[in-house]
């Protein structure tokens, strides 16, 4: 099979974030970036779909700046097997224009599969792979917690809001993929030295008009400060008291 | 004056909380600009057009309603096409969802196939001019970034929890729309659909979440948890990672960055030590109750009420307080 994935940069999701001076980004300064969990998984999968079901290809692709292809190496030190860059000096917070990019890239590459993760850590908007889906007029699958391929046909498993579902589509399909589905291989020592051999393609990124922008960024006020009311079964009562009066919700 | 266009999303033709949210922010941002209506739309089985009264009581003056045999179950292909048939033929300047699973579905969709700007996971919105200003929480919550949206029409989804519902009622009339797409002719097909308990209140849905962790030290002292979110009555029960990874609870559970990110009226954690991930998931709740037996504990930088015990001392006690407490409304 053909297949994409398309994988995000993301900092350390442990990190103590701070606002940069010009408060309308974070400040990047001592942060770890790497390959987003989700999109991991996402790599994970479509390796693993390709190892099962034999010869087929694997391709990543980034929308960044050149940081990113340091995430495409991992990429394909895991065990992809190429991978484009879509160039632009910042991932706009329009996911809608970074799916026009993408699907303008991905709608003559013959893939059978798209993969994504569910959403990004940093924005938590998973916006890009639903509308790359709807730009490519292709079955979209999100938050798969497993996912089969078949003679041409997909069946994944959802699991939303108290209710799971098991779902069948036709290729080709976009498919975001949820953790629980794969562990995240670890590059092996003669995949991190294959990668650097492996093609990396660098192409404009085709976002078009960028309509939503960031005003300004901030850390979100502190709650009050904890509050130790008493110890074991003898501070039930107040706790009923408190609850009752002071914050109202018995 | 703008019209405002809300999906009011339903299960088994009844509306979700989340449903409800949407239409009270949807309402708010009709009315910053100065009274312009808000129009909903529903889709589900005949029959799904009762819901109509009760979307008015919260300031719908327009519900459309899409009827079809074949809309028994959610089916996004459709509602996604119809919302945006819709909002291409009214004259609307926004298009509200929610940031729920099937918002999550619907809203990029339509916003492609209108091609207007989406932004999802909106905790506060208003709009001035040109220009739509939204909150959005970003880093699992650790940033709040505020954006701008420069278009005529734009998507956004809200956060489950971040509006409350509030009574607006007005005099509500209806119109019927065909479905935009054949329910028939979707790609995906939904094969099976498991419930996760029967009456089980969603972690979306409920005012109130009991979570439990490492320290109920056994899966069977989660009953204690359950027995605490039955004595409320309006109570789900959550879990951290930990324990999840565990197989004590289902991974639906999972509450924190990588789980399901809530905001009830009150959270309860039991057992629970407050990692970051986790915190995560709750700290935007609007009051917060820890148990844990450790005193230095990061849950309790955050709670407002804590108890420094053993749970599963404590845990029985509390649900019969609050069972006389309910008793006595």
Known sequence: MK???????????????????????????????????????????????????????????????????ETLRKAMSMGVDRAVQLKTDAVPYDGLAVAKALAAELKSGGYDLILFGKHAFDTSAGIVGTATAELLGVSCVTAATKLDIANGRGTARRELEGVAEIVEFPLPAVVTIDEGIARPRYPSLKGIMSAKKKPLETRPAQLGNVRVTVKSMALPPDRPPGRIIGEGTAAVPELVRLLQTEAKVL | MANVLVFAETRANTLRKVALESVTAARALADSTGGGEVHALVAGSPGIAAVAEQLGQHGADLVVVVEHAGLANFDREVVAATLAARAKSGSYRIVVVGFSAQGRDIGPRVAAKLDVPIVTDVVEASVTGGAITVKHPAYANKVIVTLEINAPLAVLSVRPGAFMVATAPHAVRTEMMAPAAEPSASKVVVKELIEGGKGKLDLGEAPVIVAGGRGLKAPENFKLAEDLAAAFGNAAVGATRAVTDEGWRPHSDQIGQTGRQVSPQLYIAVGISGAIQHLAGMRSSRTIVAINKDKDAPIFKVADYGIVGDVLEVLPVLTQAVREAKAAH
Do not use: H, M, W
């Open chain 1, 3 to 69: 297949i994409a994935v398309c994988i995000k940069r993301t900092p350390d999701s442990e990190s103590r974030f701070r606002i940069a001076a010009s408060s309308a980004s974070i400040d990047e300064t001592g942060l770890k970036f790497d390959i987003d969990d989700f999109a991991s998984y996402a790599v994970e999968v479509a390796l693993q779909l390709n190892e099962k079901q034999g010869p087929g290809e694997t391709v990543a692709y980034a929308v960044g700046p050149d940081a990113v292809q």
